[in-house]
């Protein structure tokens, strides 16, 4: 199936671990994304990738660190981790077409800290 | 600031009765406007792209409809199976490839 597959797709965690989420998309898009939606459901960048270089970074901490070892995959890894961490992660991947832009979204991985 | 504002925030709908849900945004300039069904435990599922006042798009009981300002999605004798949440999104000229997304309208259809 073509599609953005995340995993994790459940990930609890103790306060100050470090871990790390996977996403592959194999529609050969050149631009990959990390969003996250919060406990009220409100969707934000983090990050944006076209073709491995990093194009957004919204101001987020430096624990998060994402990481694109070829434009198919875009890892984010997260140092520390905070109570306010807690939130669903999306990864998607977007390619300009005749169409216009399509954006393809993964199905989440759902963060929980304790 | 970009900004993009979606009312109501929930909806109620017998099944078969129709209403329309709004989206209103300020942007720069629109490079375009995108209408996304999320179902519980999933991500954003495409519908439409919208990218000049005017257009308008049709898919099955769903029709989005844009102007200079806000962005209505209509939908039209609704079953339970259209209940889930539906997000607007905008993606600014010149703002690289970012989508802002608004707050959500979940949308309720009972039979």
């Known amino acids: 199936d073509t599609a953005v597959s995340q995993t994790p797709k459940y990930l609890v965690t103790q306060m100050g671990n470090d871990k790390s989420i996977k996403c592959e998309q194999n529609?050969?898009?050149?631009?990959m994304y990390w969003y996250k939606q919060d406990s009220k459901k409100f969707l934000k960048i983090m990050f944006s990738?076209?073709?491995?270089?990093?194009?957004i970074n919204e101001t987020v901490p430096n624990r998060f660190s994402p990481k694109s070892p070829d434009k198919a995959h875009l890892n984010l890894h997260i140092n520390s981790l905070e109570l306010g961490d807690s939130a669903v992660y999306f990864c998607?991947?977007?390619?300009?077409?005749?169409?216009?832009?399509?954006?393809?979204f993964g199905s989440g991985t759902r963060l929980t800290v304790v | 600031e970009d900004q993009v504002t979606q009312s109501p925030e929930a909806l109620r709908l017998q099944e078969g009765e129709s209403s329309s849900l709004n989206c209103s945004y300020t942007?720069?300039?629109?490079?375009?406007l995108f209408w996304y069904r999320q179902d519980p435990g999933k991500g954003p599922e495409f519908l439409f792209t919208?990218?000049?006042a005017g257009e308008e798009k049709e898919k099955e009981r769903l029709k989005a409809t844009l102007t200079k300002k806000e962005s209505f999605l209509h939908i039209t004798a609704p079953k339970p199976e259209d209940s889930a949440t539906y997000l607007c999104?905008?993606?600014?000229?010149?703002?690289?490839?970012?989508?802002?997304f608004g707050t959500g309208t979940r949308l309720q259809v009972f039979p």
């Open positions: 998607a991947s977007s390619q300009f077409d005749r169409r216009g832009y399509g954006y393809t």
């Open positions: 942007v720069s300039g629109l490079r375009g």
């Open positions: 919208l990218y000049s």
């Open positions: 529609l050969g898009h050149d631009t």
């Open positions: 990738y076209n073709n491995k270089e990093l194009i």
């Open positions: 999104a905008v993606q600014a000229t010149g703002n690289t490839d970012k989508l802002i």
